[in-house]
T-cell receptor
């Protein structure tokens, strides 16, 4: 399973954009990049996913490097409710399981 | 918005006892999963289930564990003889199909083995 590397923690001020990086240098051509988040005492929650092109949805944007060895989750305006652990996960076409790493704990300051 | 539900939210059991954790996946979903998260640790994949069969399982999912879809709505995880180290949060997830890859997770069952 391809490995991802994320910073252990990040801080952001409320109402400001947040860029959460993820390195996945061993990504294979068929691996999708998924981002989930886990709020305190809750199950993981889907945020966004992509393969090669940048993606936008109502929650966030996903910027994928041209060589696909890294990606960045962008929260355009952080709110206190966005404080969570954010996981970057690679999932290959031959498997349905997610391999979670330790993620990035995002702290949002009021 | 449809969601995955899990019962009970908390369960306390004695070592050696059997427990059954229940999940109701989203109604039109076909693929089901169990994960666990020991306190302070990563979320770990246990098993995936499709068409009444296990499609993939991890090393954690040994003979003490089993899964079942006893009817058209429930998906269960059974631990036959619980150990102290089975204490964890157990999450159920479901996926609509192969093309739709997003896994929707339930709120979890916190299992405490004494």
């Amino acid at each position: 399973d391809a490995k991802t590397t994320q910073p252990n923690s990040m801080e952001s001020n409320e109402e400001e954009p947040v860029h959460l990086p993820c390195n996945h240098s061993t990504i294979s051509g068929t691996d999708y990049i998924h981002w989930y988040r886990q709020l305190p005492s809750q199950g993981p929650e889907y945020v966004i996913h992509g393969l090669t092109s940048n993606v936008n949805n109502r929650m966030a944007s996903l910027a994928i490097a041209e060589d696909r060895k890294s990606s960045t989750l962008i929260l355009h305006r952080a709110t206190l409710r966005d404080a969570a652990v954010y996981y970057c996960i690679l999932r290959g076409s031959g498997t349905y399981k997610y391999i979670f790493g330790t993620g990035t704990r995002l702290k949002v300051l009021a | 918005e449809p969601e995955v539900t899990q019962t009970p939210s908390h369960q306390v059991t004695q070592m050696g006892q059997e427990v059954i954790l229940r999940c109701v996946p989203i109604s039109n979903h076909l693929y089901f999963y169990w994960y666990r998260q020991i306190l302070g640790q990563k979320v770990e994949f246990l098993v995936s289930f499709y068409n009444n069969e296990i499609s993939e399982k991890s090393e954690i999912f040994d003979d003490q564990f089993s899964v079942e879809r006893p009817d058209g709505s429930n998906f269960t995880l059974k631990i036959r003889s619980t150990k102290l180290e089975d204490s964890a949060m157990y999450f159920c997830a479901s996926t609509k199909g192969i093309i739709e890859e997003t896994q929707y997770f339930g709120p979890g069952t916190r299992l405490l083995v004494l």
